[in-house]
């Protein structure tokens, strides 16, 4: 007999955002299930030679498996190595079908597979050396482009679901939200509006804080598994916040939500990037309690969200996922869930200015870090944590490239973890309480002079603002301007359109560098923050009269917008 999730769910509701109602049933978002590597092994069988799940019931039907992966290491190939099948009404088996690479970033993965039928059972497997790769997954089954319908019929139709004619409202804007285009988000397919907020729901992601660091990244695999796995139109999630406390824009607010099956019509979807249960996301990277700047960060957009909408700031308005009606989940986990009252304090009570924000280190910057155990070895972890099995050991002494730093366990009262590589290719983390940048390592400079932009509308390779220069659309009617505060701002009049949220820094240049990278600098070559588009080189920056400002590579290609055409 096969076995099914009855009976394990216990096993996995602490983490995630389990799909199913409690009296068994499921609506139109299928099943999910989110579990630690740990718990992989012991709730999949080991059968001839795979990590086989137990059989995952899907009433309404499935047509595809998605899954979002939390890898143990970065240069990992996922592509083809889990495998879903359906197993049919009458007890017959599909053939197991291999799940493809849609979204690759650092640790974190999305993999999805068509089935090439409709089926009302799914199961998934991986190969049994393969089971160590993983230290978190969320996976889910169910039939694509079929959201969650609001609760009532208070829904109507736009004519043109492009967030770029929204733009992010002045109240989010003012509150710190930071919008899309600073995370390089893809375009909305959302066309239903919703009504009203009028409650709001606090989630957690279940998965790491980060990639190799980028807050960017993990926000982009969250919209890559709702997209390409789940068949939404866009991340579930309105707001994001990340650890150090920023808060960022997912779904536009003004449509309707799909992060709460059958509970979506007015209810405003706050979800907090990293994994927090004490016990099933032991593998996971970054800490199980929400960190004050998160708290904060969280309260500010409850706090602008109750302003916009006359939302009550209590318990029957303000709940975790896992509280409101029809849900049976755990989410957002122990951790976040002890921290729910202290958000509601927050946003009744905090006025803390939004968190400016904290790009890595330019790469010149702490590029090596020295062991300094004192005389033993230090191990190399898979994650941010002592938790998994070593993949290798430096002597004390050993100098290592420094790839990047997170946030995760405490080791004697340092959070940092560096990942690094050896000169043998091991990549890996260690505790930055036994690993200190090496003295000297090369620091970054400063850029050299650039040319100032001539004529209208565009930056070119190698052109520069300094402080207090701005270019203008030829239309005369939009410019981006290099404010004297440190702030980069698009303005239309006197509206700022979009920033770089750098406001109070002191800064040197903005640059359109030769390698495609608009870079803010500040004295001294801190890369202050930066378009993420290195790698294009030859790309020019155009603010154009239609209100978006483009960076463009050789071509015509568009690598980076501000989202803000049509105004």
């Keep these: ?6 009976g394990l769910l216990a096993a996995v509701l602490s983490v995630g955002c389990v799909t199913g109602l409690e009296d068994g049933s499921t609506d139109d978002h299928g099943m999910e299930i989110t579990i630690s590597g740990g718990d992989l092994r012991s709730t999949f069988a080991l059968v001839d030679g795979y990590f086989e799940s137990p059989v995952m019931a899907v009433p309404e039907g499935a047509t595809r498996v998605a899954a979002m992966l939390t890898l143990t290491d970065v240069p990992l190939e996922m592509d083809g ?22 979204f690759n970033e650092e640790e974190l993965r999305v993999i999805k597979v068509d089935l090439g039928e ?71 397919r959302c066309t239903s ?36 796995g789940r068949g939404y139109c866009d991340a579930g999630y309105h707001f994001a916040v990340t650890l150090d406390g920023r808060t960022w824009e997912l779904r536009p607010l003004t449509y309707l939500g799909g992060h709460s099956r059958s509970y979506n019509g007015g209810n405003a979807g706050i979800v907090l990037v990293g994994c927090f249960d004490s016990a099933a996301c032991a593998g996971v990277s970054g800490p199980r309690t929400l960190p004050d700047a998160m708290v904060a960060g969280a309260g500010r957009v409850v706090k602008t969200l109750s302003g916009m909408f006359n939302i009550a700031i209590n318990t029957d308005r303000i709940k975790g996922h896992g509280q409101q009606p029809y849900q049976q989940t755990g989410c957002p986990g122990d951790g976040g ?28 910057e702490c590029g090596q870090v020295r062991v300094n155990t004192t005389s033993s070895a230090l191990n190399i972890r898979p994650t941010a944590s002592t938790a998994g099995s070593p993949v290798g050991s430096l002597q004390d002494g050993a100098t290592v490239t420094r790839l990047s730093s997170v946030q995760g366990q405490s080791v004697n009262g340092d959070r940092t973890w560096h990942r690094i590589r050896t000169g043998s290719g091991v990549t890996g983390y260690i505790s930055g309480a036994y690993a200190r940048c090496v003295a000297g390592s090369p620091q970054a400079s400063t850029p050299a002079p650039a040319a100032a932009p001539a004529g209208c509308g565009f930056v070119g390779p190698g052109q520069a603002l300094a402080p207090n220069q701005a270019v203008t659309s030829c239309d005369g009617r939009f410019t981006l301007a290099h404010q004297g505060d440190g702030n980069v701002v698009l303005y239309q009049g006197g509206a700022a359109l979009w920033s770089s949220q750098t406001p109070g820094r002191a800064t040197d240049t903005l640059v359109m560098q030769e390698d495609g990278n608009l870079v803010l600098y500040a004295p001294g070559g801190v890369a202050l923050w930066n378009s993420r588009t290195a790698g294009n080189p030859g790309a020019t920056l155009a603010v154009q009269n239609d209100g978006n400002t483009v960076i463009y590579a050789p071509g015509n290609r568009a690598v980076f917008a501000t989202g803000t055409a049509g105004r």
């Design 81 to 102: 190595r889990l495998e879903a099948r359906v197993v049919r009404d009458d007890g017959t088996l599909g053939a197991w079908l291999p799940l493809s690479v849609t």
């Design 193 to 228: 509006r919703d009504r009203a907020k009028e409650r709001m729901a606090i989630h957690h992601t279940a998965g790491a804080p980060t990639a190799g660091g980028s807050y960017e990244a993990a926000l982009r695999q969250i919209q890559a598994y709702h997209m390409d």
């Design 118 to 188: 409709q089926g009302g059972q799914v199961q998934l497997r991986v190969m049994e050396p393969d089971a160590d790769l993983i230290s978190m997954i969320t996976w889910s089954a169910g039939i694509p482009e079929q959201e969650d319908l609001a609760d009532d019929g208070d829904i109507s139709a736009v004519t043109n679901g492009s967030e770029t004619q929204q733009g992010l409202d002045g109240a989010l804007a003012n509150a710190g939200v930071l919008p899309r285009s600073a995370w390089g988000a893809r375009p909305t």
């Design 1 to 6: 007999m096969k076995r099914t999730w009855t």
């Design 337 to 364: 869930r002890a921290r729910l009252e202290d958000i509601r304090s927050a946003a009744r009570n905090g006025s803390t200015p939004a968190p400016q924000p904290q790009p890595p280190p330019p790469s010149g």
